[in-house]
């Protein structure tokens, strides 16, 4: 069974829409999906995403937080269609998932517009707990995060709609130099230049999250002002 991401009757999430107001919060007549995900949830959600049920470059849990994110504080509402394809194809958004059934294609679904909104929660209400979900590799000998994977999910969701996300770039480059220097190819170059010390790649982790709150809370502020 293939579930695509457009807002048709075939979509498990047909009618669903992004809430008004200054958050970006996904509505759904289910309660469940402004729960936060247990951790039994989001393994679940990690082992489908990789698993042979998508293609080879559907979005990992840690680029699937980024990329929400990115959706969750950029200048524009995006319908939750929009987004799905992205996640099962990051590179092209035309390869679809293989379903085994509706029940199933319902659940994973639930699970991301739930994490979308467990997101979109943990930076309206509880700012101080946003953190990133990252992996961890061994550097110089020490342990150091992943910021690939999240960077990359964030300039996606920026790619997306990247006219609309131009004017704060411009404005606040210093918000997006670290998400741009791990999340695209040119950043991949100016960091085969750079010596950073284990020190500053973990210092990195608080600047990002710190960026997402600012970039967050500057969308927000626009969306009042335009109110």
């Known amino acids: 069974l293939n579930v ?58 840690v680029m699937l937080h980024g990329f929400l994110t990115a959706v969750i504080t950029g200048p524009d509402a995006i319908p939750p269609g929009a987004i799905l394809p992205w996640i099962w194809d990051a590179r092209h958004a035309t390869r679809q998932p293989r379903f085994l059934s509706a029940g199933r294609a319902r659940k994973v679904t639930g699970l991301i517009f739930q994490y979308w909104n467990d997101i979109n929660d943990t930076l309206n209400q509880c700012p101080d707990l946003f953190e990133l979900p990252l992996h961890t590799s061994v550097y110089e000998g020490e342990e ?62 608080l600047q990002l999250a710190a960026s997402a709150l600012n970039i967050h809370r500057h969308g927000c502020e626009e969306r009042r002002r335009l109110m």
């Open 4 to 61: 695509g991401g457009n807002d048709s009757p075939g979509d498990p999430h047909h009618g669903c829409r992004i809430s008004h107001g200054t958050t970006m919060k996904f509505d759904h007549s289910d309660p469940e999906l402004n729960d936060p995900l247990t951790d039994e949830e989001l393994e679940f959600l990690e082992r489908f995403l990789s698993g042979n049920a998508v293609c080879d470059d559907a979005m990992d849990a």
């Open 144 to 205: 150091v995060p992943v910021l690939d994977e999240w960077c990359e999910g964030y300039c996606k969701g920026i790619d997306i709609d990247r006219e609309a996300w131009e004017p704060p770039i411009e404005r606040h480059p210093w918000w997006f130099n670290i998400i741009l220097l791990f999340g695209t190819a040119s950043g991949y170059q100016e960091l085969a230049r750079r010596d950073y010390t284990v020190e500053q790649r973990r210092s990195f982790v």
